[in-house]
């Protein structure tokens, strides 16, 4: 073997080609950067889009997605079916058993957005008012008794 085996054929670039050579590498560069930078911006118009989407999404769909959301997933209210009393009763229980937590006044918005969208039919309703009724006049009648006791 000798030593032209291992040469690269390369030919050693003049001044002029070099230069020409650094500025061809130096537009391909920028040309890169500025495509980076355009689909940065296309990525930062697309988010901001997306926010202002779901920001203009009613305040009852926010709440129940951010509130509810936290811990059940959107199947778990689709199943479900309450008259106002009904959805009331379960942001109650959430709140007070489970710890859910409700800033001032979402409780509300919350339980009109979940009437509206996933209202009980009226055989439902009724048994929800219904137990209800029960449940206020076993307390009575419990208050009562407790009264005649102590007399």
């Known amino acids: 073997m000798s030593s032209s085996d291992y040469e690269t054929g390369s030919t050693r670039l ?4 070099r230069a020409h050579e650094l500025e061809r590498m ?6 890169a ?3 980076e930078r355009e689909r940065e911006a296309a990525a930062e118009q697309a988010r901001r889009e997306e926010e202002a989407r779901l920001a203009a999404r009613p305040l009852g769909v926010r709440l129940v997605e951010s509130r509810c959301g936290a811990c059940h997933g959107p199947e778990a209210l689709r199943d479900h079916r309450y008259t106002r009393l009904g ?7 959430m709140e007070y058993v489970n710890g859910a937590r409700f800033e001032a006044g979402e409780r509300g918005v919350i339980v009109a957005h979940l009437a509206d969208s996933q209202s009980a039919g009226g055989i439902r309703a009724a048994a929800e008012w219904g137990a209800a ?11 009562w008794r407790l009264r005649r006791r102590r007399r």
Do not use: D, F, K
Request: glycine letters at 6%; charged letters at 25%; proline letters at 3%.
């Open 14 to 17: 003049t001044p002029a080609q």
């Open 33 to 35: 950067e500025a495509a």
């Open 26 to 31: 130096q537009r391909e560069r920028e040309r």
């Open 133 to 143: 009724l029960a449940a206020v006049g076993l307390l009575l009648a419990a208050g």
């Open 87 to 93: 959805w009331w009763s379960v942001l109650l229980r």
